[in-house]
């Protein structure tokens, strides 16, 4: 059990258009989704949040309006990434958790962003 | 501020050799700790995690790992490394929000 997934996989799409990610949580109901930013040969970076019916909390640094954030279900969050540029490229990947903090966070395979 | 250093940024071991992976992390409280694993091109796979209790935490794949608090450590062990355990290995600490380590990666020689 514990399953999330994103779709899609990869995309790839031109400069100045938006891109929407989406991660669901299969067998369980995710209270809280997480969102991160992978660059090639680093670390995760958290960027996001975000609480099923509530609004996004965003990391210093990132803008809010770029990336836009819903967790419209206890199932889904979807990640917008606006007015896409080159600098956008990168792996998103999202996590999803249960309930409580101790709860363990349940990563998504990740979705690879090419903006050309 | 919470914090995850991983010294080593790169490790090569022999196929069947012993493995110890270093982490060392900055918490203001009794931290949750965690290892994941990922593949190339992957998402992330909890190998372990260390809320309380026991300090030496056993995970999946013959991992395990130790949490010394006199160090801040929480260094990941496996006594015989097998040619599948090429990946990046990331240490987090954090409950609500969790801050990954910069990662090592393993490459496992024949």
């Known amino acids: 059990g514990a399953v999330v997934s994103q779709h899609p996989s990869w995309v790839i799409c031109k400069s100045g258009t938006s891109v929407k990610i989406e991660c669901r949580s299969l067998d369980f109901q995710a209270t809280t989704m997480f969102w991160y930013r992978q660059f090639p040969k680093q670390s995760l970076m958290l960027m996001a949040t975000s609480n099923e019916g509530s609004k996004a909390t965003y990391e210093q640094g990132v803008e809010k309006d770029k990336f836009l954030i819903n967790h419209a279900s206890l199932t889904l969050s979807t990640l917008t990434v606006t007015s896409a540029h080159p600098e956008d490229s990168s792996f998103y990947i999202c996590?999803?958790?249960?309930?409580?903090?101790?709860?363990?966070?349940?990563f998504g395979p990740g979705t690879r962003l090419t903006v050309l | 501020a919470q914090s995850v250093t991983q010294p080593d940024i790169h490790i090569t071991v022999s196929e069947g050799a012993s493995l110890e992976l270093r982490c060392n992390y900055s918490?203001?409280?009794?931290?949750?700790l965690f290892w994941y694993v990922q593949s190339p091109g992957q998402g992330l796979q909890l190998l372990l995690k260390y809320f309380s209790g026991d300090t030496l935490v056993q995970g999946i794949k013959g991992f395990e790992a130790e949490f010394k608090r006199s160090q801040s450590s929480f260094n990941l062990r496996k006594p015989s490394v097998h040619w599948s355990d090429a990946a990046e290995y990331f240490c987090?600490?954090?409950?609500?929000?969790?801050?990954f380590g910069a990662g090592t990666r393993l490459t496992v020689k024949p």
């Open positions: 918490y203001g409280a009794t931290p949750y």
């Open positions: 996590s999803a958790r249960r309930g409580f903090s101790t709860d363990t966070q349940y």
């Open positions: 987090a600490v954090g409950g609500g929000d969790m801050r």
